[in-house]
RNA sequence: GGUCGGAUGGCCGAGAGGCUAGGCUCAGCUCUGCAAAAGCUGCUACACCGGUUCGAAUCCGGUUCCGACCUCCA
């Protein structure tokens, strides 16, 4: 392993070491949110990877521009390039504006991404706030030769594209393969010239409620061409970093690249990363399976495949704990399970910050403490390896036990480089916090009074009142730990 | 049908030629009035069939199954 950060480039299909275009600023732009309806739960996943991306970036001191966007139109309700807008559809369907669909969306997934805690981009631009730079790319586009208008409608010449590049090379896909569907597509009569073009304009109906004047008339931009246009805007023609789920790179961020190609001649990113997808129960999650849950159904627990709802942080650390180009698999055993693993890490993690020093035989538990820390290090080095990341944190967790029972000790130096790199890593860098509620000075007090009535009842062995005062706090939702020291107390 | 990825212990999940991943569960123990918490100990797995190698979960070939995207048919 190195002490460079290497990240799986989906161009070249490899671990690169990660160098930064100008560093040391680094540009990430990430896929956003169609918001014509709840924040889908695989979508929420992409985004918390790319939220670990972005927060590790950071912390290895990198000035990242992080630019999400918002789809607020042109993303068509079937593949391809019939089909209705997915928000007008909706909006038609509600008797609202579009854009009171929008906004709807927009705010409740504001909300969620509040609750994961997800960090907030630096911009977030939306597809109706550009829609004079789309037509500008287009207008580039065709300028160069790469695109055709039909009937208003603007189509990106594939085909004239793969005469001096390469159209299909971040997905794999084959150029012949692409051309044998030739054939077959010419006869349809379709208004592309070709079956793999893809629309970068479109002109609208009547019917169409949004839609904008452009060189060809009235329509609404494709889908492809916002991504592009955004990231060019922001991040400039090249950029570092471009991220999204498994299911865009094709046809998305192949058509993305070939529009900055077409419009710039330049290919725009360095490293593509892209996110894997989320099953349940080991099937695919989908609406049509009648499996797929929303985070808020999550949180409350309210879907009949779940047992009981799981806070924000404990799906976030469940989430962490697979690598993020896996498939991750929602059950409540394995949720259930992790919300007991995070309540012992999290604990770890609080007692930390209060662990008492040593003058002597700190030693050995000196160098675990450190090639532990080195190795918190390492394993993010190595494509932001989460699930080992945690695995060294649990291993930190165990010692740190240890040492607040003093069966080993540490020295003091090495407690504040523990105490500094714990907090690093568990609340900047994996960005989780503690769940209990902020406590207020009179609880505190109360507590204390409570306990010490308790610890005197239970000198003197009376023990119906200390059950009565340990359980009647349990039914208010506070834990009471007894150890050697006395008694201490947590509430969720 | 095409492209790509995957199959790991009771469950979840890392790893990627020799070295205990980790979490949860379960059992036993320590502590304890009981419980919880914490600690200790135990549970040795890599879909199947071949091959390469001193050595393979890891490499190669094949098989089966699963997933994503694309396509075809209906």
């Known amino acids: 392993m190195e002490a460079q950060l290497k990240l799986y480039n989906t161009l070249s299909r490899k671990k690169e070491v990660f160098q930064a275009l100008n560093p040391p600023f680094v540009g990430l732009y990430v896929c956003g949110p169609t918001v014509y309806d709840e924040v889908h739960l695989g979508n929420l996943r992409q985004f918390t990877s790319f939220d670990i991306v972005y927060r590790y970036l950071s912390f290895l001191g990198y000035k990242v521009r992080y630019v999400r966007n918002i789809t607020d139109v042109g993303h068509l309700s079937d593949d391809g390039d019939e089909g209705e807008d997915k928000i007008e559809r909706k909006a038609k369907a509600n008797k609202i504006e579009p854009m009171e669909i929008v906004q709807k969306y927009t705010n409740s997934f504001h909300h969620v991404a509040k609750l994961f805690n997800l960090i907030e981009p630096s911009i977030e631009p939306s597809a109706t706030g550009h829609i004079v730079e789309q037509i500008e790319m287009v207008q580039r586009i065709i300028d160069n030769g790469y695109a055709y208008e039909v009937n208003g409608s603007v189509y990106f010449d594939v085909k004239k594209y793969l005469e001096k590049h390469d159209y299909g090379q971040l997905s794999g896909r084959k150029v012949e393969d692409l051309l044998e569907q030739t ?17 970068i304009w479109k002109a609208a109906s009547p019917e169409t409620i949004m839609k904008w004047n452009s060189p060809w008339g009235v329509g609404v931009p494709g889908w492809h061409l916002e991504c592009s246009v955004m990231s060019t805007k922001y991040l400039g023609q090249e950029f570092d970093i471009h991220g999204g789920g498994m299911d865009l790179k094709f046809p998305h961020h192949e058509c993305e690249i070939a529009q900055s190609v077409g419009a ?12 894997n997808m989320l099953t349940v129960n080991g099937d695919k999650m989908s609406k049509s399976k009648g499996n797929a849950f929303l985070p808020m159904e999550l949180f409350e627990g309210k879907h009949e495949l779940l047992n009981k709802g799981f806070s924000p942080m404990v799906v976030r650390f469940f989430m962490l704990q697979t690598h993020y ?3 991750l698999d929602f059950s409540n055993e ?7 693993g995070y309540a012992r890490l999290m604990n770890a993690y609080k007692l930390s910050a209060t662990l008492p020093s040593s003058k002597q035989n700190t030693e050995e538990t000196d160098k675990e403490i450190l090639t532990l820390l080195d190795k918190l290090r390492l394993e993010m080095n190595d494509d932001f390896n989460t699930p080992k990341t945690i695995a060294v944190l649990f291993d930190l967790a165990a010692l740190i036990n240890k040492i607040n029972d003093k069966s080993v000790f540490v020295s003091e130096a090495v407690l504040s480089k523990l105490q500094a790199d714990m907090k690093s890593f568990v609340e900047d860098i994996l960005g ?9 000075l009179a609880v505190d007090k109360l507590m204390e009074l409570i306990l010490e009535i308790r610890s005197s009842a239970r000198e003197n ?3 119906p009142t200390s059950d009565k005062i340990r359980d009647h706090l349990a039914e208010a939702g506070i834990k009471i730990k007894d150890s050697k020291d006395g008694a201490s107390w947590t509430m969720n």
Request: charged share 35%.
């Open 183 to 199: 054939r077959d597509n010419l006869e349809g009569g379709d208004e592309k010239r070709f079956f793999a073009d893809f629309g």
């Open 264 to 275: 710039d001649g330049k290919a725009p990113v360095r490293y593509w990363m892209h996110g």
């Open 325 to 327: 180009s896996s498939t």
């Open 334 to 340: 394995a949720l259930e399970a992790s919300e007991k």
């Open 432 to 440: 989780l916090h503690s769940e209990t509620k902020d406590n207020n």
């Open 461 to 463: 062995k009376d023990w």
